[in-house]
């Protein structure tokens, strides 16, 4: 008996956990997922760029106006007349960042988001307050429907997506290629509008990568041999170019398997269809009240002897 | 399940000293929840947009929710494995389970920056099944209410028994003028009784669907809690990042549901001079290390499989709180093996204490200690932080200790302990001892 019990109990463990594990087997077994050259996204080429900064400006700017981003006050600067900030931040979508590695070898790069082309953050916003256009790619939020779970922050691999910690009516903050501001009136993204040496191209990723690879093949000397974006995370719309590692600069290394491929392989194995806890629920509905109707009838028997006694 | 005289009141003045002591602590934590949502959750926390979650998320929501299995857990036992035995577990449990789940998602209220958005959830049009929040969010909502439900035959049982004598005396203490009088009271009383009367034995027969339901949707949203970090894949550690975290974390609540039932079984037949439970425990016990092995021949065998066991050994940073969490279950588990610890108070409260911090360190490894975004990010809780989860787990106690107080959740020591209980060791229960406004 209490061996069969036992056996019976691990059947169930067994039971609830197969789902799980063949979730976990065929997520392993990834095809890959379809790249769309033809969304738009940006190709920033580190050594063109000189750092004047010109595209956090304009990108403040429009985007202040558009009365999403406040500005932010350095530190050294009690009057808040200067505009410095040195990170990404619930008020600033996009930054240049110098690294030098030593006086002679240096580098401008640009942050921003990458304009996935799987968004991890789309992937799991509970209330699709992320959404990828189905047309042009750009991935955008919407403060009105944000909950500011801040999910999206857990799932970036590149850290892009910021909160305003100092707000009580917080929201999150990234590059949404002004897709209601500058790339609305005109066409194009503020920052790339705006450089002045043509460091920021914009245009159709199929574009941005023929252009990439042109300059890789003209200069070979000049840049590392890799487009980053092509492949990180699955392919993403915002491509560099650069002459020193991608790691140095900030940029992690990370796998061409989308993170929000992985994850979602499992999950819907484990929920195609709701069928499993559909299941799981009938079979242990079966299960229990079997048992209840057993217990009863043993109670029953048991109570009558009982009341028997006490009279 | 209609076996009411299987639970009862624990008889008892309500406003103790420790019951100020819980307050004034609750009212810290909700102090800085005040300001929280004055001044952002910048104020409050050292969240950064490197660790957006922290120990609201990491302890009220992933932890929190793990101690509240013992429900789920004794749940299965008693209906599914059809060990009645341990039916008279199940209230108690169930209370905790309320309790931890209802604060779960009031801390979760905290920590969301848009809360009056959380409407969403009931959208279709902004549903998002890919997010395994999403399904948490839905799973943990439901399985409140559920919760709820299961726990209404005690409340029902005593709206019909009750004279409401507190209710008037209060109202009496606060302005005769407020205080109804007395027949036209016990006239409209008596329309509730019967309502409840009415109600409990037509509750009596779907409980157990809803019961099933309070089985579903644990399993649901627990495994779920892990396949939350699963997109985390360039951040979380190898040691614990895996295509089997939400396998993980669903054996992980069962084992740690069991272990704080019995835990809270101790704690409460010590604190509340009850005899021992013994019998109900050493059972529970004997099942414990059955699941945790395998547990930990899941984690194992995939570190394995996925070539990580040399971090594992590293005795590094990473490598020490793996082995910290292992070893806890690991030798917690394996005192249970053996029967005679299994009917030793103190053994029990060892061994599953060690389990429970085990297993809830193993939580704390996948969302904060293992979680590393990148150069330069920092995180330890501050103050405030730490304050309103300790506040939270403050009005948790405090909750449990007032309902036992006017519900009938405790077994009912008459007839479960059988006369080996009273071996005059323990004090029966403190009859006839003052009750407020009595
Ligand atoms: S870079 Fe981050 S924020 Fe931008 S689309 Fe990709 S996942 Fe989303
Ligand atoms: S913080 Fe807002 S945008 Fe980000 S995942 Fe949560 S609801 Fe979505
Ligand atoms: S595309 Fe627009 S929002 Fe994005 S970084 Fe450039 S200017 Fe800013």
Redesign the pocket.
């Known amino acids: 008996m209490k061996n069969k019990s036992r056996r019976e109990f691990l059947k169930l463990v067994g039971v609830t956990g197969a789902g799980l594990l063949t979730g976990a087997a065929t997520a392993s077994g990834s095809e890959g997922l379809h790249v769309n050259n033809e969304e738009i996204g940006m190709l920033y080429d580190a050594t063109k760029c000189v750092g004047c900064k010109a595209c956090m400006a304009a990108c403040k700017r429009v985007n202040g106006d558009y009365g999403s981003l406040s500005y932010e006050k350095a530190k050294f600067d009690p009057d808040g007349l200067w505009d410095a900030p040195t990170d990404l931040s619930g008020s600033t979508r996009t930054l240049i960042k110098l690294f030098k590695e030593s006086e002679s070898r240096w580098s401008y790069v640009k942050y921003s988001c990458m304009h996935c082309q799987k968004p991890s953050?789309v992937s799991?916003?509970?209330?699709s307050?992320?959404t990828k256009d189905k047309v042009s790619g750009v991935v955008d939020?919407n403060k009105n429907t944000?909950?500011?779970?801040?999910?999206?922050q857990v799932a970036c691999a590149f850290n892009i997506?910021k909160f305003q910690w100092e707000k009580s009516i917080p929201q999150?903050v990234k590059c949404d290629l002004c897709k209601n501001t500058n790339l609305r009136e005109k066409g194009i993204s503020a920052c790339a509008e705006v450089c002045p040496v043509g460091a920021i191209k914009f245009g159709k990723r199929k574009d941005l990568l023929q252009e990439a690879k042109t300059r890789l093949r003209e200069n070979p000397d000049k840049y590392i041999a890799h487009v980053y974006g092509e492949h990180e995370a699955g392919g993403t719309n915002h491509l560099y170019l650069a002459s020193m590692p991608f790691n140095k600069l900030g940029l992690p290394d990370i796998k061409p398997q989308a993170p929000a491929e992985f994850s979602e392989k499992i999950q819907h194995t484990i929920y195609k269809g709701f069928i499993a806890p559909v299941a799981l629920y009938s079979t242990l509905c079966f299960i229990a009240v079997k048992n209840m109707k057993k217990h009863d009838k043993t109670d029953d028997h048991d109570k009558r002897k009982h009341d028997g006694e006490e009279r | 399940m209609g076996h009411n005289d299987e639970y009862q009141k624990l008889e008892g003045k309500i406003f103790t000293k420790s019951f100020f002591i819980l307050l004034f602590v609750v009212l810290v934590g909700f102090f800085f929840v005040g300001v929280r949502y004055v001044k952002g959750i910048g104020a409050v926390s050292n969240m950064s947009d490197g660790y957006p979650w922290g120990i609201w998320i990491t302890y009220d929501v992933a932890t929190g929710t793990a101690i509240a299995c013992g429900g789920y857990a004794v749940a299965i036992l008693v209906y599914i494995r059809n060990r009645m035995q341990y039916h008279p577990l199940i209230r108690s449990a169930i209370l905790t389970s309320m309790f931890g789940y209802g604060l779960a998602g009031f801390s979760v209220m905290v920590d969301l920056?848009r809360p009056w958005n959380a409407y969403n959830f009931f959208i279709p049009s902004k549903w998002q099944a890919n997010s395994a929040m999403f399904e948490v969010a839905l799973c943990v909502m439901a399985y409140s209410t559920v919760l709820i439900i299961e726990f209404l035959p005690a409340i029902l049982t005593t709206i019909e028994t009750t004279k409401w004598e507190r209710i008037h005396k209060i109202g009496e203490w606060l302005h005769p003028r407020i205080a109804p009088d007395a027949q036209n009271m016990a006239n409209r009383l008596e329309w509730v009784k019967v309502g409840a009367a009415w109600l409990k034995p037509r509750l009596n027969k779907v409980l157990i669907f809803f019961i099933v339901l309070g089985i579903t949707l644990p399993t649901m949203h627990q495994s779920s809690l892990g396949s939350l970090l699963l997109i985390a894949s360039t951040k979380l550690h190898p040691l614990w990042h895996t295509g089997f975290l939400p396998l993980l974390f669903l054996i992980n609540c069962v084992f740690i549901g069991y272990a704080i039932a019995i835990l809270e079984s101790i704690i409460s037949c010590y604190s509340f001079k009850r005899p021992f439970e013994v019998e109900e425990l050493a059972g529970l016990a004997g099942l414990i290390p059955w699941v945790t092995v395998i547990w930990l021949s899941v984690v194992v065998g995939d570190l394995v499989n996925r070539g990580q066991m040399g971090a594992a050994l590293k005795l590094d940073f990473y490598s020490g709180f793996f082995l910290t969490e292992f070893l806890l279950v690991g030798i917690g588990s394996t005192i249970l093996f053996s029967r005679k610890n299994r009917r030793s108070p103190r053994w029990l409260f060892v061994s599953a204490a060690m389990i429970v911090l085990g297993g809830a360190l193993y939580r704390f490894n996948v969302y904060l200690i293992g979680f590393n975004p990148g150069k330069g990010w920092r995180y330890f809780p501050s103050f405030a932080e730490i304050m309103i989860t300790v506040g939270i787990v403050a009005l948790e106690i405090l909750g449990y200790k007032v309902f036992v107080k006017i519900f009938p959740v405790l077994p009912n020591a008459a007839k479960h302990g059988g006369p080996n209980r009273h071996d005059g060791k323990t004090a029966p229960i403190a009859a006839g001892s003052m009750e407020f406004g009595k």
């Open positions: 953050c799991v916003c509970p209330v307050a992320m939020y944000c909950i500011g779970c801040r999910y999206c997506p999150i | 920056g």
